[in-house]
Protein backbone atom coordinates (compact mmCIF):
# COMPACT_ATOMS: atom_id res chain seq x y z
CA UNK A 1 0.00 0.00 0.00
CA UNK A 2 1.17 3.75 -1.01
CA UNK A 3 1.45 5.95 1.68
CA UNK A 4 -0.15 8.81 1.80
CA UNK A 5 2.88 11.20 1.75
CA UNK A 6 4.01 8.78 -1.67
CA UNK A 7 1.54 9.56 -3.21
CA UNK A 8 1.25 12.90 -2.41
CA UNK A 9 4.81 13.79 -3.90
CA UNK A 10 3.31 11.41 -6.82
CA UNK A 11 0.43 13.58 -7.29
CA UNK A 12 2.70 16.97 -6.90
CA UNK A 13 5.72 15.55 -9.60
CA UNK A 14 3.27 13.81 -11.77
CA UNK A 15 2.91 17.35 -14.00
CA UNK A 16 6.69 18.06 -14.16
CA UNK A 17 6.62 14.73 -15.77
CA UNK A 18 4.54 14.71 -17.85
CA UNK A 19 5.70 18.29 -19.46
CA UNK A 20 9.35 16.69 -19.93
CA UNK A 21 8.09 13.70 -21.65
CA UNK A 22 6.14 16.19 -24.16
CA UNK A 23 9.05 18.78 -24.66
CA UNK A 24 11.04 15.86 -25.64
CA UNK A 25 8.75 14.38 -27.80
CA UNK A 26 8.18 17.48 -29.68
CA UNK A 27 9.15 17.09 -33.42
CA UNK A 28 12.45 18.52 -34.54
CA UNK A 29 11.88 21.63 -37.10
CA UNK A 30 11.80 20.12 -40.78
CA UNK A 31 14.49 22.07 -42.89
CA UNK A 32 14.26 22.04 -47.04
CA UNK A 33 17.53 23.13 -48.04
CA UNK A 34 17.16 24.54 -51.43
CA UNK A 35 19.93 24.55 -54.22
CA UNK A 36 22.94 27.08 -53.78
CA UNK A 37 23.51 29.89 -56.63
CA UNK A 38 27.11 31.37 -57.76
CA UNK A 39 27.21 35.53 -58.50
CA UNK A 40 30.74 35.02 -60.13
CA UNK A 41 32.30 38.65 -60.62
CA UNK A 42 36.08 36.97 -61.50
CA UNK A 43 36.10 37.21 -65.23
CA UNK A 44 38.01 34.39 -64.86
CA UNK A 45 39.00 33.41 -68.69
CA UNK A 46 38.67 29.60 -68.10
CA UNK A 47 34.93 28.11 -67.99
CA UNK A 48 34.58 26.60 -64.40
CA UNK A 49 30.71 26.26 -64.80
CA UNK A 50 30.96 22.37 -64.45
CA UNK A 51 33.25 22.03 -61.19
CA UNK A 52 31.14 25.09 -59.64
CA UNK A 53 27.83 23.18 -59.90
CA UNK A 54 29.18 20.24 -58.19
CA UNK A 55 30.67 22.71 -55.53
CA UNK A 56 27.28 23.89 -55.68
CA UNK A 57 25.22 20.79 -55.07
CA UNK A 58 27.97 19.53 -52.69
CA UNK A 59 27.65 22.22 -50.62
CA UNK A 60 24.23 21.40 -50.35
CA UNK A 61 24.25 18.11 -49.77
CA UNK A 62 27.03 18.66 -47.65
CA UNK A 63 25.47 21.21 -45.23
CA UNK A 64 21.86 19.65 -45.21
CA UNK A 65 23.34 15.84 -44.69
CA UNK A 66 25.48 17.78 -41.08
CA UNK A 67 22.30 19.50 -40.24
CA UNK A 68 20.54 16.34 -40.05
CA UNK A 69 23.52 14.03 -38.60
CA UNK A 70 23.83 16.56 -35.81
CA UNK A 71 20.25 16.37 -35.34
CA UNK A 72 19.81 20.35 -35.46
CA UNK A 73 16.81 19.80 -37.93
CA UNK A 74 14.72 17.07 -39.96
CA UNK A 75 15.84 17.85 -43.51
CA UNK A 76 12.89 17.22 -45.63
CA UNK A 77 13.26 15.61 -49.01
CA UNK A 78 13.32 17.71 -52.08
CA UNK A 79 11.84 15.25 -54.85
CA UNK A 80 8.66 16.12 -54.14
CA UNK A 81 9.06 19.72 -55.33
CA UNK A 82 11.78 18.57 -57.64
CA UNK A 83 9.30 19.86 -61.09
CA UNK A 84 8.70 23.20 -59.33
CA UNK A 85 11.85 24.32 -58.29
CA UNK A 86 13.38 23.23 -61.88
CA UNK A 87 10.60 25.11 -63.36
CA UNK A 88 11.31 28.26 -61.08
CA UNK A 89 15.18 27.72 -61.58
CA UNK A 90 14.40 27.90 -65.54
CA UNK A 91 12.73 31.31 -65.26
CA UNK A 92 14.79 33.16 -62.52
CA UNK A 93 16.91 32.66 -58.84
CA UNK A 94 16.13 31.63 -55.37
CA UNK A 95 17.59 34.87 -54.24
CA UNK A 96 15.21 36.41 -57.09
CA UNK A 97 11.88 34.39 -56.97
CA UNK A 98 9.85 36.94 -54.70
CA UNK A 99 9.54 34.29 -52.05
CA UNK A 100 9.00 31.21 -54.24
CA UNK A 101 11.24 29.36 -51.37
CA UNK A 102 8.68 29.48 -48.75
CA UNK A 103 6.10 28.04 -50.87
CA UNK A 104 8.08 25.52 -51.70
CA UNK A 105 8.92 24.51 -48.21
CA UNK A 106 5.57 24.41 -47.15
CA UNK A 107 4.61 22.12 -50.26
CA UNK A 108 7.47 20.01 -49.16
CA UNK A 109 6.77 19.58 -45.49
CA UNK A 110 8.99 21.85 -44.49
CA UNK A 111 8.53 24.90 -41.77
CA UNK A 112 11.81 26.44 -42.82
CA UNK A 113 13.60 27.02 -45.69
CA UNK A 114 17.77 27.28 -46.22
CA UNK A 115 18.96 29.55 -48.96
CA UNK A 116 22.88 29.65 -50.38
CA UNK A 117 24.54 32.41 -52.34
CA UNK A 118 28.31 31.66 -53.08
CA UNK A 119 29.63 34.82 -54.97
CA UNK A 120 33.21 34.68 -56.47
CA UNK A 121 35.37 37.34 -56.35
CA UNK A 122 38.79 35.40 -57.54
CA UNK A 123 40.37 32.31 -57.51
CA UNK A 124 41.22 33.11 -54.00
CA UNK A 125 38.14 35.05 -52.82
CA UNK A 126 34.92 34.00 -52.31
CA UNK A 127 32.44 34.35 -50.11
CA UNK A 128 28.91 32.56 -49.03
CA UNK A 129 25.75 33.67 -47.58
CA UNK A 130 23.54 31.34 -46.08
CA UNK A 131 19.80 32.38 -44.90
CA UNK A 132 17.13 30.47 -42.96
CA UNK A 133 13.18 31.61 -43.19
CA UNK A 134 9.88 30.37 -41.86
CA UNK A 135 8.19 28.64 -44.97
CA UNK A 136 4.62 30.08 -43.05
CA UNK A 137 5.79 33.79 -43.35
CA UNK A 138 8.76 34.19 -45.15
CA UNK A 139 10.48 36.05 -42.30
CA UNK A 140 14.41 35.41 -42.20
CA UNK A 141 14.98 34.28 -38.79
CA UNK A 142 18.56 33.78 -39.53
CA UNK A 143 21.53 35.18 -41.93
CA UNK A 144 25.45 34.10 -41.82
CA UNK A 145 27.44 35.61 -44.45
CA UNK A 146 31.31 34.59 -44.51
CA UNK A 147 34.35 34.62 -46.50
CA UNK A 148 36.53 31.64 -47.48
CA UNK A 149 40.02 31.20 -49.55
CA UNK A 150 40.48 29.41 -52.55
CA UNK A 151 38.02 27.98 -55.46
CA UNK A 152 38.90 24.23 -54.61
CA UNK A 153 36.89 21.32 -53.33
CA UNK A 154 38.83 21.83 -50.06
CA UNK A 155 38.04 25.11 -49.24
CA UNK A 156 34.39 24.81 -50.06
CA UNK A 157 34.34 21.78 -47.63
CA UNK A 158 36.21 23.80 -44.76
CA UNK A 159 33.56 26.62 -45.86
CA UNK A 160 30.24 23.93 -45.56
CA UNK A 161 31.51 22.46 -42.40
CA UNK A 162 32.14 25.90 -40.41
CA UNK A 163 28.80 26.66 -41.20
CA UNK A 164 27.11 23.40 -39.93
CA UNK A 165 29.19 23.92 -37.07
CA UNK A 166 28.38 27.35 -36.23
CA UNK A 167 24.09 26.64 -36.44
CA UNK A 168 24.49 23.44 -34.72
CA UNK A 169 26.02 25.64 -31.65
CA UNK A 170 22.94 27.72 -31.81
CA UNK A 171 20.49 26.93 -34.15
CA UNK A 172 18.11 29.11 -35.67
CA UNK A 173 14.31 27.41 -34.83
Known amino acids: MIGRRRLLVFGLLLPLFRAASASSQEPRR ?14 EPVDQSAE ?16 AARGVYDV ?3 APIAADLDAILKRTYIRTCNG ?15 TGVVNKVST ?5 AV ?3 RA ?7 HQGFDFRGDNDQSWARATKFFVDRVARDPPM
Open 100 to 114: CEASLATKAGANLVL
Open 136 to 142: STGEMIY
Open 131 to 133: SIA
Open 30 to 43: RLLVLDFELIDTSN
Open 124 to 128: LILSM
Open 76 to 78: VDR
Open 52 to 67: HAKRLARARDDIAAGL
